[in-house]
C-alpha cells in the first residue's frame, strides 16, 4: 500500500498559478502509474492528470494545456502544475495510484476566486 500527502494548495485570483505536490511512500512507487484527482463541492471526485512511471502522461480535457503532471522517482514525488487558474478549478485536489487505491488521503484545498 503507498500512503500519500498531497500539499501546496491555496487561495489564488484567476489567471494564476499553483504547485501541487504528492509526498509518496512505498518501495513501488516508481513502476506504478500515478493521478491527481479533484472534487468540488457537491459534485464526484473526477481525474485530471495521470503519469505513468516512465512518463507518458494524460490529462483531462479541461485542464489540457494549463496543467503539467510530473515527476521525480528519487523523492517519490509528484507534481501538478496548474497555470492559468479558473474559478471552476476550485476543488480539494487528491493524489492517488492510477487506477486509484481504495483509501485516499486528505488532499489540498485549491481556490480560485474570480
Known amino acids: 500500500q503507498v500512503q500519500l500527502v498531497e500539499s501546496g494548495g491555496g487561495l489564488v485570483q484567476a489567471g494564476g498559478s499553483l504547485r501541487l505536490a504528492c509526498a509518496a511512500s512505498?518501495?513501488?512507487?516508481?513502476?506504478?502509474?500515478m493521478g491527481w484527482y479533484r472534487q468540488a463541492p457537491g459534485k464526484q471526485r473526477d481525474f485530471v492528470a495521470a503519469?505513468?512511471?516512465?512518463?507518458?502522461?494524460s490529462y483531462a480535457d479541461s485542464v489540457k494545456g494549463r496543467f503539467t503532471i510530473s515527476r521525480d522517482n528519487a523523492v517519490t514525488t509528484v507534481y501538478l502544475q496548474m497555470n492559468s487558474l479558473k474559478p471552476e478549478d476550485t476543488a480539494v485536489y487528491y493524489c492517488?495510484?492510477?487506477?486509484?487505491?481504495?483509501?485516499w488521503g486528505q488532499g489540498t484545498q485549491v481556490s480560485v476566486s474570480s
Open positions: 492517488n495510484s492510477f487506477p486509484p487505491f481504495a483509501s
Open positions: 503519469i505513468t512511471g516512465s512518463g507518458n502522461t
Open positions: 512505498g518501495s513501488i512507487f516508481s513502476r506504478r502509474a
